[in-house]
């Protein structure tokens, strides 16, 4: 098995099921993990990898909608696709509220399951890269010093250089050089590019 396949979490309480869902998911390609509760699954450590989490509405102790809450308050990073011989409208309509992928009901068909794993784990890739390019805007605009911060925001406001110099109270050679250094170190090609990683950090918006 490849170590860098994605790897799917079960969580059910049925031995059968989850021997079954396993057998299907290692035939396909995908590494699996297994767990017989929710608090089994909280308390081991999970992998950095791609990966989602097919889970049983109705489990002992820790109920299916009840960990999907406590995944979210703890900050768990994981795609989730119900499971259930027992669902309601509500509960489909919670779970889904919740940001669950899918609700399926026992039994069914295991193409619609395959399908369901696909897109979490293709939604799941895309939020890594996501949450991977932002750690990296981050990691660069902490590299700037304050007054250069400064300068980005007002360039990012739309300020020319005369301008930003007379809010500063510096020279207009000042304010380029720290511009420049702004766009090296950020690695901006663009104003427009400085603009959108601005956003991208949810850095605040100076007031003109």
Not at 62 to 77: A, H, M
């Amino acid at each position: 098995m490849d170590e860098n396949a994605p790897i799917v979490y079960v969580v059910d309480d049925d031995r059968a099921i989850r021997e079954s869902l396993e057998s299907l998911l290692r035939s396909v390609g995908f590494r699996v993990s297994v767990f017989a509760s929710g608090a089994e699954f909280l308390e081991t450590k999970r992998e950095d990898s791609p990966s989602c989490l097919i889970l049983d509405v109705r489990l002992p102790g820790l109920g299916g909608l009840d960990l999907q809450s406590e995944i979210s308050r703890s900050g768990i990073e994981v795609p989730v696709i119900f499971i259930t011989g027992h669902g309601d409208i509500p509960m489909t309509v919670r779970a889904m509220k919740a940001g669950a992928i899918e609700f399926l009901t026992k039994p069914f068909r295991e193409q619609d399951l395959l399908d369901a794993i696909a897109q979490a784990i293709q939604r799941d890739g895309d939020d890594r890269r996501a949450r991977g390019e932002i750690a990296e805007l981050q990691t660069r605009f902490e590299t700037l010093t304050p007054r250069e911060r400064e300068v980005m925001q007002w360039v990012v406001a739309g300020l020319l250089n005369k301008q930003i110099a007379n809010r500063l109270g510096v020279s207009e050679i000042t304010v380029k050089t720290h511009r420049s250094q702004v766009v090296q170190k950020m690695k901006a090609d663009s104003v427009a590019d400085l603009v959108r990683m601005s956003e991208r950090l949810n850095l605040p918006t100076a007031k003109v």
